[in-house]
C-alpha cells in the first residue's frame, strides 16, 4: 500500500500540492460540503486547527458534490462558504470524488487502509481520516463525529 505522502492533490485555487509537504505533521483529511446539515462543522475543524497548528496539526478540506449535491458550487463560491461563512483558514482543495471509479487515490488509498463500516465506502460528508506524522492512517471519523470529539485522539497523534 502507498504511503500518505506520495500522493498529491490541486488545491482550491488550481496548484498541485504535494502531501508529502505535510511529512512530520498529523494530518486531518476531510471531505467536505457547503451546503450538508454538516456543513457548521468547519467551525469546529477550524478550532482544532488553530488549537493545535502549533503542535503539528493541520486539517485539510477536500469538498466532494456526491452526496445528496450538496457542494454544486464553483471553486470560488467554496472558498467564499468557508472563508467567510467559516473563517476557515486550513489548507483546501479542489473539488473531488470520494467514490466510484473517479475516486481520487488519495481517499481509494485512505479508504483501503481504514475501511469503515461500509467496507471502504464513503458514508457521507464530513468523512474524516487521522493520519500520523510518518503518513500511517491512525483512525477514521464517522460524519456525525463533531470535531470536538475528535480531540483526545488527535492529542494522542501529536504527541506519539
Known amino acids: 500500500m502507498s504511503n500518505?505522502?506520495?500522493h498529491t492533490a490541486t488545491s482550491l485555487g488550481g496548484q498541485p500540492v504535494p502531501m508529502a509537504d505535510y511529512a512530520g505533521k498529523v494530518v486531518l483529511v476531510v471531505n467536505t460540503a457547503s451546503h450538508c446539515g454538516f456543513t457548521p462543522q468547519y467551525a469546529g475543524l477550524e478550532t482544532?486547527?488553530?488549537k493545535y497548528a502549533t503542535r503539528g496539526l493541520v486539517v485539510l478540506g477536500f469538498p466532494c458534490n456526491?452526496?445528496?449535491k450538496q457542494e454544486p458550487g464553483s471553486a470560488d463560491d467554496i472558498a467564499q462558504t468557508c472563508h467567510?461563512?467559516?473563517g476557515v483558514s486550513f489548507?483546501?482543495?479542489a473539488k473531488i470524488e470520494v467514490n466510484?471509479?473517479?475516486a481520487h487515490p488519495l481517499f481509494r488509498y485512505l479508504k483501503k487502509a481504514l475501511p469503515g463500516v461500509l467496507g471502504g465506502r464513503i458514508k457521507w460528508n464530513f468523512t474524516k481520516f487521522?493520519?500520523?506524522r510518518d503518513g500511517k492512517p491512525i483512525k477514521r471519523f464517522a460524519p456525525f463525529t463533531k470535531p470536538e470529539k475528535m480531540e483526545t485522539a488527535i492529542v494522542a497523534a501529536l504527541e506519539s
Open 4 to 6: 500518505f505522502h506520495q
Open 48 to 50: 482544532l486547527y488553530q
Open 84 to 86: 467567510i461563512n467559516y
Open 100 to 102: 466510484g471509479a473517479a
Open 130 to 132: 487521522l493520519v500520523g
Open 91 to 93: 489548507p483546501m482543495f
Open 66 to 68: 456526491q452526496f445528496g
